[in-house]
């Protein structure tokens, strides 16, 4: 996500006086091992390095590795707060980014 999509969402959200929580994400919901190789291809750079999952859990902690093994990405509240993306898909983003 844009960090001028997550801001345009929050300032949505405060203007709309909406409760709760949302989760400001593309239309996209993918998990790390899927995006993270994605912005080093389109930036020619080298794909990432993989390290043993005990290793990485060691460095990043439990919670670290739950969000990049396990959870699949997260649904948006783009029709709760009535935005639209610039960006739909985090492959269009990086891409635009990065060209």
């Known amino acids: 996500m ?4 997550a ?5 949505l959200a405060v ?8 989760n400001v994400v593309d ?17 020619g750079a080298k794909r990432p390095m993989r390290i043993p999952t005990w290793l990485a859990r060691l460095l990043a902690g439990d919670m670290a590795m739950a969000m990049m093994t396990e959870w699949l ?3 948006n509240a783009e029709q709760e707060l009535g935005r639209q993306l610039c960006c739909p898909s985090w492959r269009q983003g990086f891409k635009e980014e990065l060209a």
């Open 73 to 75: 990405g997260f649904s």
């Open 27 to 43: 239309d996209e919901p993918a998990p790390v091992s899927e995006w993270l190789p994605y912005p080093a291809a389109c930036s």
């Open 15 to 22: 203007e709309q006086e909406v409760t709760g929580v949302f």
């Open 2 to 5: 844009h960090f001028d999509e």
């Open 7 to 11: 801001a345009s969402a929050t300032v």
